[in-house]
């Protein structure tokens, strides 16, 4: 592992090292020890005992010798070395006279900085005191990894957290819609008609399927991300406009019936069967259909308009949610725009995660889409998607 796989941030180890620099002070009986790293320009003192000191020039400093030496480096009288006698903190302050360092190494032989200390006067140190610097020398780089590893841990849980919330937010419209058809026929108890209970059943069981597929491509898109440029991969998955609108309908018609909104789908029967890639497509349209519904109160309408548009050898989709209900102020669609969105209450008390909208401005950016939202306050609001398509 080299200094820059180690990805270390220079300012947040202090602590994590105090320790080791007081003691190769105490064990060598010297004034100073500092645990530096260096990169090609900079010596970083990522902990320092007896000598305040963040940085300096690689080129200013002795333990730019010390990660060319194989087991140490000694400088008996800095003032009587060509190379060091005129440097500052030897002709000046603080007129450091003495030198030993280790090189920092890591298991698979990179060399990434130093374990030094430093004194005033010439000292004199014995075999055993040596072993004990090569000992703190492998703790600090033992405590580097430890770190990374730490670190990139955190990352994965925070990782999987996010992904957690995401196929949440995502399948709680549709889900929500489920158990709201299951409520109203337990409500009704015997009071319910064979032919609709038939007809809710359908429903339940038709989103029910569509929910695992919509949590199948939020589940995809997230091992899909260490693509260099998902925009430019084929997607595997290919689908046309019939099929989307297929699945939009048997995800989000639970949610429609259970709140009496009158949810249609629209499409052009030329273009309907043209094959595309589904890359992100339920996330997307689905957050905005959840939207829509939300802030729709009961008895209004929501629809979906996709269309497929060719000019010259690009193929364009364009996707359209519209609805009459309770708007988006100015303020709020900034928020959205800049991805920096939070949850409110639906017509009807509905809950959030408070990035849903956020969350698609992201991913249409990262499809090179554009998106733009127009709204009057009590009128109702409309959500424009422009997808270039790439096969």
Same mark, same amino acid.
């Given at each position: 592992m080299s200094l820059v796989e180690l990805d270390v941030d220079y300012s947040d180890h202090q602590h994590s090292f105090k320790d080791l620099a007081k003691l190769a002070a105490k064990v060598t009986g010297t004034k100073i020890s500092l645990v530096n790293l260096i990169d090609s320009l900079t010596q970083w003192t990522i902990s320092n005992y007896g000598m305040d000191v963040e940085q300096m020039l690689r080129e200013e400093s002795i333990c730019q010798y010390t990660i060319m030496e194989q087991d140490h480096f000694e400088v008996d009288d800095l003032s009587a070395d060509e190379r060091f006698k005129d440097k500052q903190y030897v002709n000046g302050d603080p007129n450091l006279r003495y030198y030993y360092g280790v090189p920092l190494k890591t298991i698979n032989g990179h060399q990434i900085g130093a374990l030094c200390v430093l004194d005033y006067e010439h000292k004199s140190l014995d075999p055993e005191k040596i072993e004990l610097m =090569?000992?703190?020398?492998? /703790? $600090? $780089?033992?405590?580097? &990894?430890?770190?990374? $590893?730490?670190?990139?841990? #955190?990352? #994965?849980?925070? /990782?999987? #957290?996010?992904?957690? =919330? =995401? *196929? %949440?937010?995502?399948?709680?419209?549709?889900?929500?819609?489920? $158990?709201?058809? %299951?409520?109203?026929?337990?409500? &009704?108890?015997?009071?319910? &008609?064979?032919?609709? *209970?038939? /007809?809710?059943?359908?429903?339940?069981? #038709?989103?029910?399927?569509?929910?695992?597929?919509?949590?199948g491509e939020i589940l995809e898109t997230s091992k899909d991300k260490a693509l260099p440029d998902r925009s430019k991969t084929p997607d595997t998955g290919i689908f046309n406009l019939n099929v989307f609108k297929d699945k939009l309908i048997k995800l989000y018609s639970p949610q429609a019936k259970h709140k009496n909104i009158l949810f249609t789908v629209i499409t052009t029967p030329l273009t309907e069967n043209i094959a595309l890639p589904k890359n992100k497509l339920l996330q997307i349209t689905g957050n905005l259909i959840s939207n829509s519904m939300k802030f729709t109160p009961v008895g209004g309408h929501v629809t979906v308009d996709l269309q497929l548009t060719t000019s010259g050898e690009q193929v364009v989709l364009y996707i359209t949610v519209f609805d009459n209900g309770i708007g988006i102020s100015e303020e709020s669609i900034e928020d959205i725009m800049s991805e920096n969105a939070v949850s409110t209450e639906g017509t009807s008390g509905e809950k959030g995660y408070g990035f849903g909208l956020s969350l698609v401005k992201h991913l249409v950016s990262s499809l090179n889409g554009t998106m733009q939202i127009t709204s009057r306050t009590g009128e109702g609001t409309t959500f424009n998607i422009r997808l270039p398509q790439n096969f």
């Open positions: =090569k000992i703190i020398a492998d /703790e $600090v $780089v033992t405590r580097l &990894q430890t770190l990374k $590893v730490m670190d990139n841990l #955190k990352s #994965k849980l925070l /990782e999987a #957290k996010q992904m957690q =919330k =995401k *196929v %949440a937010h995502d399948i709680r419209g549709p889900l929500g819609g489920i $158990v709201g058809l %299951a409520q109203i026929i337990r409500d &009704q108890g015997y009071n319910n &008609q064979m032919d609709e *209970v038939l /007809e809710f059943i359908s429903l339940i069981h #038709k989103s029910g399927n569509s929910i695992l597929d919509l949590a």
